[in-house]
């Protein structure tokens, strides 16, 4: 039994111990200091921009009020110039320089997200799922979706056809609709559907969630570097977007890990029997196999999915509707190659195939209304050298330009919306598998390029044709 007395100090030990408390605060004292100075030291060093590289804008306002007007200004300039940006100085690279960055081995991808996104902050974990789970995400889709595309396609129709029954109601009546709340909701629901399954993919709390929380972080990292970085660490508790963030992160785990932990059993149990991974067609199966021992978060993985798949697909297809509505006149010829394609093949991976000129509208959409300004964010490892002889200094960041999808060099009529442009193309002799709206090149960069180039372009591309085949067959809209 513990006694009173050994909780007694003697004279001795008070005097010890005030010692070594004395000792201590020293020690932290010192570490604080050091800590600060070194902070301190790093965020004044980070001002400044790298030699020999002409500097276009040293304002961060500027960059993040105006960044597209600012790049355009950079064209001035023959080849590298340097923005200061919300987070650090980024050396904007010409587009002609793509195809020779785009397998650099000392340029790295993730390195240069996690420094733009924040991964240590607090609720923010599904980026660092995606950055720095040793590419398990990417091996998910590459291996898993991608590979499942036929078996999820009568998955998405279903889904698809009653989304928008749940959305537009049976009426005939003619409805005014916000395109971009209404496209969030259908891709939020299709991506879930495949991400999760039916377990939750109808569940309203989560498809708030995964909406929300994909719109909350973002936000949340563009005001995080609209902040000094010595304020940063403490702004965070502060702000509405990064609270909204933790919130549903901690919801999301409430949530989905249930669904896991009856998804894992089911798998481990098809695998101990002997059956074949093949018959998973949702992501938490393809996580758990994926995983092979590895710590995952599932809830901030299942979150990293809405993050990739949600926001720029709906950007993507909130984009070919707005085309539509200002061009209506392509709503026919699309609507006859969907009935016809689908009368002939049904609803198979032939017919999403075979839909070319859907998806020469949809490259071009891309191509005219391009969501990136610039593309390959990377962070230089090593110096890197370019082939005009300027090198790119170890440490900084690049970003490559997007221009070339705007340029006549690359594009006869290059400002003329032509929505055959790349069927056109498609059927000079050796070039039908070219000029697809999921072909990540050089002068479209909207899927990224090389190594990186995003492995859920095939997934997005099926997934928005659908919606838009559907809408195209199902319903009449004007602007
Ligand atoms: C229209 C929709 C989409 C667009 C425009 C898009 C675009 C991009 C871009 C520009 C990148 C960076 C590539 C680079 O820097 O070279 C990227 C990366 C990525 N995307 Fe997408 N994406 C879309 C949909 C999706 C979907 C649906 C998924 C998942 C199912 C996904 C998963 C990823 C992943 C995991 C990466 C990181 C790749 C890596 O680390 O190598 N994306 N995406």
Redesign the pocket.
């Known amino acids: 039994m513990t006694t009173y007395s050994s909780y007694v100090f003697t004279t001795m030990d008070y005097h010890g111990l005030l010692h070594s408390l004395a000792d201590n605060w020293t020690s932290l004292a010192v570490a604080i200091t050091t800590l600060i100075l070194g902070w301190l030291f790093y965020v004044q060093r980070s001002k400044r921009p790298y030699a020999g590289i002409p500097v276009l804008s040293a304002d961060r306002n500027e960059y993040l009020q105006d960044g597209r007007g600012l790049l355009e200004r950079g064209k001035q300039y023959p080849s590298c110039f340097q923005v200061q940006t919300g987070t650090n100085w980024k050396i904007v690279v010409p587009n002609r320089f793509a195809q020779e960055l785009k397998n650099h081995p000392d340029l790295s ?1 993730n390195d240069a997200h996690a420094r733009d996104s924040f991964t240590s902050y607090p609720g923010l974990q599904p980026f660092r799922e ?1 950055l720095e789970n040793d590419t398990f ?2 091996e998910v ?1 590459r291996k898993k ?1 991608t590979q499942s595309l036929g078996l999820i396609t009568a998955g998405l129709v279903e889904e698809t056809l009653l989304t928008y029954r749940d959305l537009f109601g049976e009426s005939k009546e003619w409805q005014t609709r916000v395109i971009k709340t209404d496209v969030q909701d259908i891709i939020a629901r299709l991506s879930s559907r495949v991400f999760l399954g039916l377990d939750l993919c109808r569940n309203q709390e989560w498809l708030n969630i995964t909406k929300n929380y994909t719109y909350s972080s973002f936000e949340a990292i563009s005001e995080l570097r609209s902040l000094h970085a010595l304020t940063r660490p403490f702004m965070q508790w502060f702000s509405k977007n990064c609270t909204q963030a933790r919130l549903y992160y901690k919801k999301a785990q409430v949530l989905i890990q249930p669904v896991v932990d009856r998804r894992r059993a089911q798998v481990q149990a098809e695998s101990s029997e002997g059956e074949g991974s093949s018959k998973t067609s949702d992501a938490i199966g393809w996580m758990v196999e994926c995983a092979r021992g590895r710590n995952i978060d599932y809830a901030a993985a299942q979150l990293s ?1 809405s993050l ?2 949600i926001h ?2 709906s950007e ?1 297809m909130t984009m070919c509707l707005l085309q539509l509505c200002d061009m209506p006149e392509v709503i026919k010829p699309l609507r006859e190659e969907c009935r016809a394609v689908l009368s002939e093949h049904g609803w198979t991976k032939q017919a999403l195939q075979d839909m070319k000129l859907l998806d020469s509208f949809m490259r071009e959409c891309q191509r005219t209304r391009d ?2 300004a610039t ?3 990377r962070f230089a490892k090593v110096p890197v050298k370019l082939s005009d002889g300027i090198v790119i200094p170890r440490g900084s960041t690049l970003m490559v330009m997007n221009d070339w999808a705007h340029s006549s060099d690359h594009f006869p009529n290059a400002d003329k919306f032509d929505m055959g442009r790349f069927a056109k193309l498609r059927e000079r002799p050796g070039e039908q598998n070219q000029h697809l709206f999921s072909t990540p090149s050089a002068d479209q960069m ?5 190594e ?6 095939f ?2 591309s099926n997934e928005i044709k659908i919606a838009l085949c559907i809408l195209l067959l199902e319903y009449d809209f004007e602007p």
């Open positions: 991808f995606i995400i990417q889709v979706l999915f990739a798949a720029l697909s993507t969501l990136l593309s390959m964010l909207g899927w990224g390029f090389g990186h180039a995003c492995p859920g372009r997934f997005a």
